[in-house]
């Protein structure tokens, strides 16, 4: 009796060395850049136009792999007419521009790239020349946070810059310039983040 307990326990026993080990999955990423963003706005009592631009240079890491470099630009435009009704706005992205920054100091972007109306359908040439020259003080952030749960970890950090600056050059679309007269407002900025999730 004895020795058919000991072969049943050593059996259970040998079962559990037997369970496969669930092992934890971590996925991490890492992001390091530099950017300069403008906005140019009119405002009357028939029309209001806004134009934004945005050019970055940036590296980011996931997992194992190698870094991934990428240069690009955002454009959007909108204009409406009040008195008339006419209207037209749209945006687009390329990675085929020259995006040139010296930390918060200035920044060069220079480009041209198809855009997309959506008032009337149509696709447009947008061409991009803008400079950025850092003027005023310069902020800092920082921030961490970590969650946990059962099974779950999570963190995440952020470190960043910022100043205000002048904005000088041309925004055409189709050859017109959109951005001739308009008020401007411009940044530049500097950031690095990371990101942990493992799930056990």
């Not at 020795?3 to 390091?32: E, H, R």
């Amino acid at each position: 009796m004895k020795t058919a307990t000991a072969i049943a326990t050593a059996m259970a026993l040998l079962s559990l060395t037997n369970v496969p080990v669930l092992a934890a999955t971590a996925t991490k990423y890492q992001f390091k850049g530099q950017n300069a963003s403008a906005s140019f706005y009119q405002s009357d009592d028939c029309s209001y136009t806004d134009v934004s631009v945005y050019g970055f240079d940036s590296v980011t890491k996931s997992g194992p792999g190698a870094p991934i470099s990428q240069t690009g630009a955002y454009f959007y435009y909108s204009n409406y007419n009040y008195c008339t009704g006419t209207q037209s706005y749209g945006d687009g992205f390329s990675e085929n521009v020259t995006f040139t920054s010296n930390k918060l100091n200035s920044a060069t972007l220079n480009g041209t790239f198809t855009v997309y109306d959506y008032y009337s359908g149509a696709s447009k040439t947008a061409t991009v020349n803008l400079t950025w020259t850092g003027t005023g003080d310069t902020y800092r952030g920082k921030s961490q946070s970590r969650y946990q749960g059962p099974g779950y970890t999570s963190s995440y950090r952020f470190n960043g810059s910022s100043r205000d600056a002048q904005v000088s050059g041309s925004v055409t679309l189709d050859g017109t310039n959109l951005i001739a007269n308009l008020t401007s407002y411009g940044s530049l900025s500097t950031s690095s983040s990371g990101s942990l999730e493992i799930i056990k």
